[in-house]
């Protein structure tokens, strides 16, 4: 058993409590390798932003838990020698069963989120109880999820999404005693979070997604005042990423996101965590697409990993400043 603490981890709970107060959101980015760990601890820092480290269980397979523990620790000391030492979260995106979360408790993470969503609601609620109550042992904080975002991101996908009942809400934290709720309001995983029917056209041609239900995030307001809320699949997919992509021999078609502008807005409500997947993937790509095709006899990794990670950090210190209001929260 390795505890969070001794890695020099912290847990959200007082990290939420500061947002909703602040009226800010903690960036949830996903994360897999070593560039995309420099890039949010070196955002994170310049920006002097509390940030959570993500990880979903396939990039868990993919990186391995060993050493996702040890980037995590090192994530800490890399902050601290850049001169700031920020508070960091190791969470699990997605946990779908007790074991997986238990064994990412047992190896270090600070959070996890137990991801029942999909199940009939008791089971849900017995599910995110079980993980709760060996969490809290550990001082580990724990997202559960009422609702159904539609999309593919890893090993997460859903054909269509089922809106958070404002009715089940205050049933579902009392009985299992969760730190946090994501919930389902209109965004969805990966770069394609709409088809085009469901979007209108702007003046230039581009696809406009429909408006967050934002009367549905007022109403659990409501019933659960001060409490943490978390938004799952809120990249906002930037244009000039995918246009980047298809230029240099993508085919990313009719890629949509989440405008920045309904962020911002959502931010400064009880939303006190917003995750953040696709955009960096796109960042990342878009910028070793380019390198590929501008400089076609590079073989070196460092010459095109190191411009893609540069490029991840300019997009989330924007985040963390012009639209999660977390810089400078630190």
Known sequence: ????????LVNTR?????????GYAIPAFNFNNMEQMQAIIQACVEASSPVI????????????????????????EYAKELGKNIPIVLHLDHGNSFELCKSCIDMGFSSVMIDGSHLPYDENVALTKQVVEYAHQHDVTVEGELGVLAGVEDEVSAEHHTYTDPADVIDFVQKT?????????????????????QCTRNAEGILVPPELRFDILAEI??????????????????????????THGGALKDAVGIPEEQLRKAAKSAVCKINIDSDGRLAMTAAVRKIFVDQPAEFDPRK???????????????KCESVLGSAGKA
Not at 1 to 8: A, I, R
């Open 221 to 246: 307001e409501k019933k659960l005042p001060g409490f943490p809320i978390v938004l799952h699949g809120s990249s906002s997919v930037p244009q000039e990423y995918v246009k980047i992509i298809n």
């Open 14 to 22: 007082d990290m939420f409590a500061k947002a909703i107060k602040g």
């Open 1 to 8: 058993m390795v505890s969070y603490k001794d890695l020099g």
């Open 177 to 197: 005693g969760v730190d946090s709720l994501a919930i389902s309001i209109g965004t969805s995983h990966g770069a394609n979070k709409f088809k085009p029917e």
């Open 53 to 76: 480290l993500q990880v979903s269980a396939g990039a868990r397979k993919y990186a391995n838990q060993t050493l996702l523990r040890y980037m995590a620790q090192g994530a800490v």
């Open 304 to 318: 095109y990993l190191g411009p893609a990670r540069d490029e991840l950090k300019k997009l989330y210190k924007h």
